[in-house]
């Protein structure tokens, strides 16, 4: 039997046999005192391996020091300091002793390994871990966390310095290689490449001449799906060997960089003005003092060719419709069936087409790539209502999709909630840290007295306590009582707009197809034709209990419309 984790373990380059010496080629099982989690990351892909395998060596050692076994390696390539950076690996591995109660220790190489985001977030991770008697152990360190909960602070918050400085200095950096024109790293705009420690873009020797064809066409006014239909029909492939796409030749159109130029990009903000990790679309050309766009090296167009293509583009825009109008901002999906209808024939997303889904793939790369297909919106959104509305009522309390819709639905359902359950698990972190520096102050470094100590303690113990308090409040499960009687389960999806019809779609449903026609204009009812994939056909109830609840259900309206006849 294979362990869970031997592809991660594998990945890393383990060799069977050295597994099989630090004891985790076999599954291990045991009391949680005897076993343990291990947690490994890495910040990039580039930083090398080795050292990896090395920690997991030294942290291997250890437990079998302390006749503890490794249950399961947590591996992930993620930034431990980015707020905004979701860390699954590590949630699996704090829940396998929080959640899951499988094992009592968490293994890690380094504090700065474990997180950088300081004691705001690693003090929350000590309470929890504290109240079910279990730990973190740092092994280059030779901490437990249960007996060293202060200097884990210490060290959390100067990993958390070390990560300012970093991010810091790497912009700093940035800023100096864009103002001298050189290439500053990530993926060069097809066409283009940068050769290693050159700093500059050149011509890539097998992508420009097709790069070169696209600039030429946008010139003489092609539109870009013309141009993606016709580079597919032709078996020309992107640079990953996927077809093109009408959105793709588009961004070439509005990418600085494809003209050789240094892009000028603003980040994106959260409410609270915290990077999120990505940037605004377009960009405009860097100015040097003079005003003179800087160049980065060769482009597959010139400067004065970018200007003419995104004039071209632009007068094809048209105000307050999805052709070019970036003015008005992001549209609310309106569709019922967007994100879970499939094309029956390149299995691709279906999309709204007027009246009508239609796919997208046909629509972006061309009739080269896909046939496509085209339904009526109407008629299939009213099939899947009523199939969603009888396949639900057929499920048991102890479906996993009901628990789904608890997520996918009751959190578009009071969006104010979750938006405030957000800032109280920010302000508690905040709070936390806040907690841990005062420690450090008075202990540590003797900056404050005593009685100054006592009361901000109290104070700043105060304001946890209740914000712990409210997370609880607001993280309590709501009541999916409407969701087992069909009645009100028909209330509920009638009672509800495209948005939260859609959320509660996707919750029990994975995907929807329909069997193409068989001549033009084919009669046979969109039901028969419709093949849909439920999230869950094990926990449901006997169809004769269905049909009596339905019959019920048709009653009571026949009922209320005779009422209000009369």
């Not at 946008?218 to 799906?225: D, G, S």
């Not at 569709?335 to 709204?352: D, I």
Request: net charge positive.
């Amino acid at each position: 039997m294979e362990r869970a984790d031997y592809p991660a373990l594998h990945a890393l380059g383990f060799t069977d046999d050295e597994l099989k010496t630090l004891g985790l080629w076999e599954p291990v099982t045991g009391t949680p005192e005897e076993l343990a989690e291990m947690y490994v990351r890495r910040s990039k892909k580039k930083d090398t391996l080795s050292s990896l395998r090395e920690h997991v060596r030294r942290m291997c050692a250890h437990a079998a020091n302390e006749g503890k076994r490794i249950r399961h390696v947590w591996f992930e390539q993620k930034s431990a300091s980015k707020s905004y950076v979701r860390r699954e690996e590590f949630e699996r591995a704090t829940a396998a002793i929080t959640k899951s109660r499988l094992s009592r220790t968490l293994y890690v190489f380094k504090i700065s390994r474990l997180s950088r985001r300081g004691m705001g977030q690693v003090g929350l991770l000590l309470d929890t871990l504290d109240e079910l008697q279990s730990r973190i152990y740092s092994v280059s360190e030779h901490l437990d966390s249960s007996k060293a909960r202060m200097l884990f602070a210490i060290l959390s918050e100067q990993a958390r310095d070390q990560a300012a400085d970093i991010a810091t200095f790497t912009k700093v950096g940035i800023d100096g290689n864009k103002s001298e024109g050189r290439w500053t790293g990530g993926v060069a705009p097809f066409g283009l490449y940068s050769p290693r420690g050159s700093g500059k873009l050149e011509h890539h020797p097998t992508e420009y001449p097709t790069a070169r064809r696209i600039a030429v066409y946008l010139l003489n006014r092609f539109t870009p799906a013309w141009i993606a239909n016709k580079l597919n029909s032709e078996n020309e492939k992107t640079r990953h060997g996927k077809k093109w796409m009408a959105s793709g030749i588009i961004s070439l159109a509005h990418s600085v960089t494809w003209a050789g130029l240094v892009a000028n990009r603003e980040k994106m903000l959260d409410e609270q003005g915290r990077d999120v990790g990505k940037y605004h679309r377009g960009g405009t050309p860097l100015l040097d003092a003079e005003g003179h766009p800087i160049s980065c090296g060769k482009g597959v167009i010139s400067f004065a060719e970018h200007v003419k293509i995104n004039k071209i583009l632009s007068e094809r825009a048209r105000p307050g419709t999805s052709i070019g109008d970036r003015t008005r901002g992001k549209r609310e999906t309106i569709t019922l069936l967007t994100g879970t209808f499939r094309c029956p024939h390149c299995k691709g997303p279906m999309v709204n087409g007027g009246p009508n889904y239609r796919c997208y793939t046909r629509q972006m790369e061309g009739e080269s790539s896909c046939t496509g297909i085209s339904t009526d919106r109407k008629r299939i959104d009213a099939a899947v209502e009523w199939a969603w509305v009888s396949h639900i009522s057929m499920l048991t309390l102890e479906s996993p999709t009901l628990h789904a819709i608890a997520q996918e639905w009751l959190s578009y359902q009071d969006p104010e909630k979750e938006a405030r359950k957000r800032q109280v698990t920010a302000a508690l972190e905040s709070a936390v840290g806040r907690e841990m520096k005062l420690r450090k102050d008075h202990f540590v470094l003797n900056r404050i007295t005593e009685a100054d100590y006592e009361y901000l303690w109290h104070e700043l113990n105060k304001q946890i306590e209740s914000l712990k308090e409210e997370l609880a409040e607001l993280s309590k499960t709501a009541d999916l009582t409407p969701l087992l009687h069909p009645e009100h389960l028909m209330t509920l999806w009638n009672g509800e707009s495209s948005n939260g019809r859609r959320a509660l779609l996707k919750a029990a449903v994975k995907t929807i197809t329909i069997t193409p026609p068989k001549h033009r204009g084919d009669r046979t009812p969109i039901a028969k034709r419709m093949r849909i994939e439920w999230k869950d056909t094990e926990n449901l109830i006997s169809e004769d209990v269905i049909d009596a609840a339905f019959e019920r259900v048709e009653r009571n309206r026949q009922q209320r419309a005779a009422e209000q006849t009369a």
